[in-house]
């Protein structure tokens, strides 16, 4: 557990904190192997401004954290995931609950039912990176459970 | 390696013509071949990749294989070396932009189904649960194998100009066998064992098998074989009743994602450079779309998932067979989607049925 409990999700903050939290454990990543995609995040906030930023895995590293500026597009990703602010606190929650993402609120659960949070590309290569990383991607978010 | 091609060249002639067995000896090798002297690619931060090294005339893939033999690109060969009676010498036949890209991210993410799967947290599930999924698995374990059968059938004939290609399908010929293992352990792990086959999923396996090209047995395993079964690994994740479950699924769908997208940028590979071919494509997935309708919608993996999807017999009429509707619709646009990347209109021609999954097919065409 870590001094500084993270909480609000959406904030950078949040997600540099899971990229520490990578770092630490980097060797439980070297055995999922090298991750090289940019994965674009995007939360509706309840006030209608949404929170977007993209994370880029590249190899064992811990993801760069790119934040959109306020009105501005999504920078460019492999894909997004895309969802209500809600949604993705929910999914949070239940990885801090549980330790790990648990029924339901996995990223790929999620996104197979799609009437929450969405994998969205304009290119399907692109969201088959989501496939093709994604349990480094779910190891990624379990890692709320430490924060 | 401090020397230079002239310093070889002057030390080279004070050379033994024999050796001390009076062997005759060969200098040419050291005093010759010097085109990709000071050749030295760095490594990356991942260490030295097949990207790296595809640098002077060994990194030119040549459109037509220049000789049928197993002697690199970029090197000096003798000209009588023997034909090795290789099929497919053109680069189309074969390639895919991706296709370096995809063997180093294969290598790099193997794992092991004895070791990184937590088996002895398996739980004891309701007996029509612990059903269901060892009929899942038996359906699994029973078609994976044939994404290893099917490369494994083309690669001696693929020319060694295309290496990278024949090295992706090594790595896939692995996965599929750790598919096959890890479903099979499945089955037999938690006191269910392994269940039914039927003859819908082995007249898919046998219309792969006997696909009469490469191009059209890449289009029947990658694109619409494997792109099915990526899509059931994903319903899998979604169904599976514990972690353990959750984890052979994500890290097998992992797997056939790099499958699929080798087959899919290798179709579109192909197609640009020969758009004929398009026809023989066309009409492979003209019948194999109809084998696999039989095939997805066979009365045993339905019926499995719909338990899966509802959590127990008990509600798999009001809950497991309306969602499993939802999502076969969902994996019938998934497909045609990957079919438009790769170059092929299939929306106008495929004979899905997509009423039957709720789909309007005015509005796939115009996402």
């Given at each position: 557990m ?7 999700v ?9 990229g520490?939290?990578?770092?630490r ?17 995007e ?11 993209v ?20 920078p ?9 602010l ?9 990885i801090?609950?549980n330790g790990s ?33 994604n ?13 | ?10 030390s ?8 001390p ?10 005093k ?9 690619p760095?490594?990356g ?6 990207s790296?090294i ?17 002697a690199p690109?970029?090197?000096?060969r003798?000209l009588d ?12 036949e074969?390639?895919?932009?991706n ?12 794992w ?5 799967i937590?088996w ?16 899942l698995?038996?359906m ?6 044939v ?27 692995m996965d599929?066998?750790?598919?096959t ?14 269940l ?25 395993l990658?694109?619409?074989?494997e792109?099915f ?7 899998g ?15 097998a ?8 997208a ?20 066309h ?38 067979f ?16 990957r ?20 789909i309007?097919?005015?509005q796939?065409?115009?996402?």
């Amino acid at each position: 557990m870590n001094e500084t409990t993270v909480t609000k999700v959406d904030s950078s903050e949040f997600f540099e904190a899971l990229g520490a939290d990578m770092a630490r454990r980097v060797e439980e990543y070297r055995v999922l192997g090298d991750c090289n995609m940019d994965l674009g995040i995007e939360m509706q906030r309840h006030d209608g401004e949404p929170f977007r930023i993209v994370l880029h895995f590249e190899g064992l590293e811990s993801p760069q954290v790119i934040v959109a500026d306020p009105g501005s597009d999504m920078p460019l990703a492999d894909c997004k995931l895309e969802g209500p602010l809600d949604a993705w606190e929910e999914m949070i929650a239940d990885i801090r609950a549980n330790g790990s993402a648990t029924g339901l609120q996995t990223l790929n659960s999620l996104t197979l039912i799609g009437d929450r949070i969405q994998v969205i590309g304009g290119d399907t290569m692109g969201v088959d990176r989501f496939f093709r990383y994604n349990q480094t991607l779910q190891a990624y978010f379990d890692g709320a459970a430490t924060l | 390696m401090t020397g230079t091609g002239t310093d070889t060249e002057t030390s080279a002639t004070s050379l033994p013509e024999f050796s001390p067995l009076g062997l005759p000896l060969d200098w040419t090798w050291l005093k010759g071949a010097k085109s990709e002297w000071g050749v030295r690619p760095k490594p990356g931060p991942r260490g030295l990749t097949m990207s790296d090294i595809a640098v002077g005339s060994y990194g030119e893939v040549p459109d037509e294989a220049s000789a049928r033999t197993m002697a690199p690109r970029g090197g000096d060969r003798d000209l009588d070396l023997p034909d090795l009676g290789y099929l497919l010498n053109r680069k189309s036949e074969v390639w895919a932009d991706n296709v370096v890209e995809l063997y180093e991210e294969a290598v790099a993410r193997q794992w092991s189904a004895t070791r990184d799967i937590p088996w002895n947290e398996l739980q004891e599930l309701p007996d029509d649960v612990e059903h269901a999924m060892c009929q899942l698995c038996t359906m699994l374990t029973e078609v994976e194998m044939v994404a290893a059968d099917l490369p494994a059938k083309w690669l001696w004939r693929m020319n060694h100009d295309y290496l990278e290609t024949k090295m992706f399908l090594g790595t896939q010929i692995m996965d599929e066998g750790r598919h096959t293992e890890v479903f099979r352990k499945r089955a037999l792990s938690n006191g269910g064992g392994l269940l039914k086959s039927r003859r819908a999923v082995e007249d898919l396996l046998r219309t792969i098998l006997q696909a009469k090209t490469y191009t059209q047995a890449s289009a029947l395993l990658h694109l619409l074989g494997e792109g099915f079964v990526l899509d059931i690994f994903r319903q899998g994740e979604l169904i599976s009743p514990t972690h353990v479950e959750k984890k052979i699924f994500r890290m097998a769908m992992q797997d056939e994602a790099r499958h699929v997208a080798y087959g899919t940028m290798h179709i579109r590979y192909e197609i640009e450079h020969d758009p004929d071919v398009a026809e023989e494509i066309h009409e492979a997935l003209d019948s194999g779309e109809q084998v696999l309708m039989q095939f997805g919608l066979n009365p045993d993996m339905t019926s499995a998932l719909a338990v899966l999807l509802a959590g127990g017999t008990e509600h798999v009429e009001e809950k497991g067979f309306p969602l499993l509707q939802q999502l076969l619709g969902k994996m019938m646009t998934s497909y045609l989607a990957r079919c438009e990347r790769a170059g092929l209109h299939r929306l106008e021609r495929t004979l899905i049925p997509f009423e039957m999954f709720g789909i309007d097919r005015e509005q796939v065409a115009v996402r």
